[in-house]
């Protein structure tokens, strides 16, 4: 049990409560064109590899970075995500990246699990903890609850256990967190598109009209 609270927080930055999204705008997006990095910069992969969806040709990307704790996130994903799939990424006009920004030791072992099971499994297991916050997410970390999200994926008891140990999963995510702060992320959910970043509330038309003009 220590071990799995010890690597657990080792992806805590700051405790920012039960359900946190860090700092930055709450109630409407706060998109930006100043300080945003180098688009090489940003595309650049952590350790763990990216979690893309969508063509590698599509003209425009989209990075976001999400903490699994956080409700601006579950409505994002609720909410926005599922057009964006619908009318961006299947038609082949975006390529979304999406990226752990955990906020909280509940996140932490959360984000452990999307990446330590299947691939293909990955965006499921990351729609599944946003959907069903209230299930899981609490001060204390509560791992009987994040497995049920885990199980209801397949995952066994057995692997949970074993990938709330992977120091190699840890440390990634550590990684691509600190490169995510260098990036300027503060709070969740964040989003780069087109040399810009909204943060807080996006909504569908925001992100439309960050993506014109199509940067190649």
Known sequence: MKLRLLTASILLATACGVAACGGGAVGSADTKALNVPAKEELLQEGPLGDRVIGKASAPVTIIEYASLTCPH???YHRDV?????RELIDTGKVRYIL???PIGRSAGTAAIITRCGPAEKNLYYTEQFLARQPEWVSQDVREDAIFQVAKAGGMSRETFDK?????????????VKQRGRKFGVIGTPTLFINGQK???T??????????APQAS
């Open 73 to 75: 996130c579950r409505a």
């Open 81 to 85: 995500f599922p057009r964006v799939k």
């Open 99 to 101: 990226r752990e920004f």
């Open 163 to 175: 990938c709330l140990s992977n120091q190699t999963i840890i440390d990634g995510l550590n990684e």
């Open 198 to 200: 909204a943060q807080g």
């Open 202 to 211: 996006v909504t569908y038309e925001q992100i439309k009209a960050m993506l």
